[in-house]
């Protein structure tokens, strides 16, 4: 796991967080015939990130899985999971997050990922949304951000490159690199 952290801006990527996983049964994806390919690297990480917004403060935790594939578009899926009164559990950051990716943060997640899916840009593979974690601080927008940060974070773990620049650049700037990783 590592850590970023400006004034007002922190993000952290961690491996997995097992107890962030959705198993809700609905769930949003383009599925297209992606074949894995057998010798690809398999990416998974989770993402937390806490930024401060003029002294309110927006939370969101994403996590899920690339693995690169044969073909030209990529199979993609968010899965969503309406939480019933969840136990609060720890963040990769400081403070608990309520597991889950509840109405309204399910939207804005998969708001997050269009713009690279609609560029056409993206390597052939398979990736999911699996992971997600919010509180009463969670915006959309926030949610939103962190899923193209996610995206880019699992493709650079996929292709052998560093991550940490790409969370680094995000945290100082606002931004994800202009350019999608890949091999």
Known sequence: MFAVRTSGTEAAVDGDRVEFRLLGKRGVGGLVAARPVASGVRSRAVLE??????????????????????GERMDWRVRYWETVGPAPLP???PGTLLPGLPEGLDHAAVHGLQPYLDSGALPA????????????????????????????????GAFGVPVEPIVASWVETGRVPASLPSA
């Open 49 to 70: 990130v806490h930024r401060n917004y003029g002294g309110q403060r927006a939370v969101a935790l994403v996590g899920g899985e690339y693995v690169p594939g044969e």
């Open 91 to 93: 963040g990769l950051l």
């Open 125 to 156: 593979g398979r990736l999911v949304v699996d992971r997600a974690g919010y509180d009463r601080e969670s915006s959309p927008l926030l949610f939103a951000k962190a899923t193209g940060l996610l995206l880019h974070v699992l493709l650079a």
